[in-house]
């Protein structure tokens, strides 16, 4: 069989030095043959767990290899020897879905579902085209996922340049017009000095001249005063001696260095209540910064125990602006107690003039949690876009009585539940202290009961088409109030 292998490599000129292209790379499958320089494996033999480069590989071509199973190159072909029985493993068990030996199955896969490997094959073949389909597409999907996050990303690029250029423009306008009243403010203190100092000079010249005349009369009475001569002096002394009395009196007037010091003032009031609508409208801002958020996935699943909802804990303190006048506010601004004696605040247009309500300063995150505690007779945990009516006692002021805002009623020991003025009695265990999660993307608004566990009283599904604020209502009698807790 030798002699006959070297005659065919004689004639077939495989004896001759091989090109470097088919010298084994680091990437290729090396012969298992080759004892000095290894050459490229062109097949590999599952019967002998041994490849073979072109040279070493014409023994397999004759028949007495027949039986012998060729396959592409394989690294790790001793991975298809059982290790327990050192036998080539053309078994499958379909139990254990795992490759076994002849031995195995007659041993620890009695009794099993085995299959020859090829059948297993033929099998999974059989699945492979579906396989497949499944798999394109998953591509499709993600590539279609994939351009659509380039979009977003896009988007969020233009969205982000836009916000940018029209803040500077805004800020822009806003400095312009600070520069321009100050240059207004500027140019009337100076054009109402020179008009008072002109006024001045007017008056001064008025009073320099009769201070001349003055003087003349004084020098004519010193020498009338001389005069022998008792007719003259008698005819002329009435003259002389006569004073008009001066219409303008000064002195009396006259406040020293207190001019224009109440326009440094009011100058210096405005710029206190621009700091003070700058800070409490900077949370507004940079919090629209912060949840400007790409949605990947799914809505996040809503927190079931009381520790996985305080993750979302978000402070609310109360908008004094907002407060009804009977609506007193303390603990800094995070309670609300409802009055018989009007509060002293000042006039404001986010004011609830009837209603006895408030709202918060902040708006609420995208996702939070918070807890009121509560004491009274009446008490109303609610969420109202701020652009709720304030003006007046009709639907469109009053919390829960609108499309603007959702409400929860605590009354003589029972809940309900109102939203555009559609009241939903609920069932729950009887607390102080109400939980309220927000999810806004979501649109997810739940009330909790909260003492030693949580208990859901109600959950609301919706879109919320603005941003949200919390809000108290109280309705029923003096004395009652309600807290923002402060949670750890």
């Given at each position: 069989l030798i002699a006959v292998l070297m005659e065919e490599m004689k004639e077939s000129g495989l004896q001759a030095a091989p090109h470097d292209h088919c010298y084994a790379g680091a990437e290729d499958v090396a012969c298992d043959v080759c004892s000095w320089r290894k050459m490229k494996a062109q097949k590999s033999c599952l019967v002998c767990l041994v490849s073979f480069c072109e040279m070493h590989l014409q023994p397999h071509k004759s028949s007495a290899f027949e039986k012998h199973k060729l396959v592409e190159p394989t690294r790790n072909l001793q991975e298809n020897v059982c290790s327990h029985h050192d036998e080539v493993m053309k078994m499958f068990c379909r139990t254990d879905q795992r490759s076994i030996c002849y031995l195995c199955s007659l041993d620890e896969h009695k009794g099993h579902d085995t299959v020859t490997a090829a059948a297993e094959r033929a099998e999974r073949q059989k699945e492979l085209p579906g396989?497949?389909?499944?798999?394109?597409?998953?591509?499709?999907?993600?590539?279609?996922?994939?351009?659509?996050?380039?979009?977003?990303?896009?988007?969020?690029?233009?969205?982000?340049?836009?916000?940018?250029?029209?803040?500077?423009?805004?800020f822009t306008q806003l400095i312009r017009l600070m520069e321009q009243r100050r240059s207004d403010l500027k140019q009337q203190v100076r054009s109402q000095q020179d008009a008072e100092v002109s006024r001045i000079k007017e008056l001064q010249e008025?009073?320099?001249?009769?201070?001349?005349?003055?003087?003349?009369?004084?020098?004519?009475?010193?020498?009338?005063?001389h005069t022998e001569d008792n007719n003259h002096f008698?005819?002329?002394?009435?003259?002389?001696?006569?004073?008009?009395?001066?219409?303008?009196?000064?002195?009396?007037?006259?406040?020293?260095?207190?001019?224009?010091?109440?326009?440094?003032?009011?100058?210096?009031?405005?710029?206190?209540?621009?700091?003070?609508?700058?800070?409490?409208?900077?949370?507004?801002?940079?919090?629209?910064?912060t949840d400007v958020e790409v949605l990947l996935s799914a809505a996040l699943p809503e927190p079931k125990t009381r520790a996985q909802f305080l993750r979302f804990t978000c402070d609310i303190t109360l908008d004094q602006n907002t407060a009804r006048s009977q609506v007193s506010l303390s603990d800094g601004n995070r309670k609300a107690t409802y009055k018989e004696s009007s509060q002293c605040y000042f006039k404001h247009p986010d004011r609830f003039s009837d209603l006895n309500q408030v709202l918060s300063r902040e708006r609420l995150p995208r996702r939070c949690y918070w807890e009121v505690e509560w004491a009274g007779l009446g008490v109303c945990v609610a969420v109202s876009y701020k652009n709720i009516s304030r003006s007046g006692s009709s639907d469109e002021c009053g919390f829960g009585l609108n499309d603007k805002s959702w409400r929860l009623d605590f009354y003589h020991n029972s809940y309900k539940f109102v939203h555009n003025n559609v009241h939903t009695p609920v069932s729950g265990p009887r607390s102080n202290r109400v939980g309220v999660y927000v999810d806004h993307r979501a649109g997810i608004l739940s009330f909790y009961?909260?003492?030693?566990?949580?208990?859901?009283l109600h959950r609301v599904q919706t879109t919320f088409t603005q941003p949200l604020h919390a809000g108290l209502w109280f309705w029923w009698d003096y004395g009652d109030n309600a807290e923002f807790c402060k949670l750890k």
């Open positions: 396989s497949r389909l499944n798999i394109q597409q998953r591509i499709q999907d993600r590539q279609k996922d994939v351009k659509l996050l380039q979009q977003e990303a896009e988007a969020i690029n233009r969205s982000a340049d836009k916000a940018v250029e029209d803040s500077e423009k805004i008025k009073l320099e001249k009769e201070i001349a005349e003055l003087e003349r009369k004084d020098a004519e009475l010193e020498t009338l005063s008698l005819h002329s002394y009435p003259s002389l001696s006569q004073i008009s009395e001066s219409a303008d009196s000064f002195s009396s007037d006259l406040h020293p260095l207190s001019y224009f010091e109440d326009v440094t003032a009011a100058v210096t009031e405005v710029r206190d209540q621009l700091q003070e609508v700058l800070r409490e409208q900077w949370t507004n801002i940079t919090q629209t910064v009961s909260v003492s030693e566990t949580m208990t859901l």
